[in-house]
């Protein structure tokens, strides 16, 4: 079965299957989670995009690739706002569910207190020493893919050198 999917905007969705000794290991999608409004203008919030993003990938899930697929990318959005529109699709939060691996993130942007918060630190929000300590990148992954999960690292935390070159730090699962 085939799956054409177009993207709504340039430079938002890049898709490609990763082929391991020439089988398919998975299909992985780069999601950017664009400022603009239902009209293509900006605006200061991405709901509307990541919205429109997640049904152009649906078709996807439904494929024959649907099985194995990871979907990761700057969302522009905190947790409480982006991890439920995935779990409607039946995507996993890798860094959610692999929370037991890490502390407390002080001064969490999305959980302001909260113990239970086991987020990362992925995007430097300027260089005043109150900027706003927050997680806005993301891995998701479909339950086939998350048995074989290993973990996932990412944040300032686990890559201290990250804001010397980029604003955002990565975020990288390793699977079985
Ligand atoms: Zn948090």
Redesign the pocket.
Known sequence: MTCQLTAPWDAVLQIADVVVDGHRWATLVGMYGLTVDSSGNSCGHVDHSVSTLIRTIEPLLHSDRGDRVVVAGDMNL??KDVSYKFDRIGLIDLIECTGNDRD??DR????QG?P????MWTHKNGNSPNATVQ?IDFIFATEELGIELIEVRGGIADFPDAWDITDHAPVVATFS
Request: proline letters at 7%; charged letters at 15%; hydrophobic letters at 20%.
């Open positions: 905190w947790p407390q993130l969490c942007a999305n959980c909260d239970q918060c086991r987020h997680q």
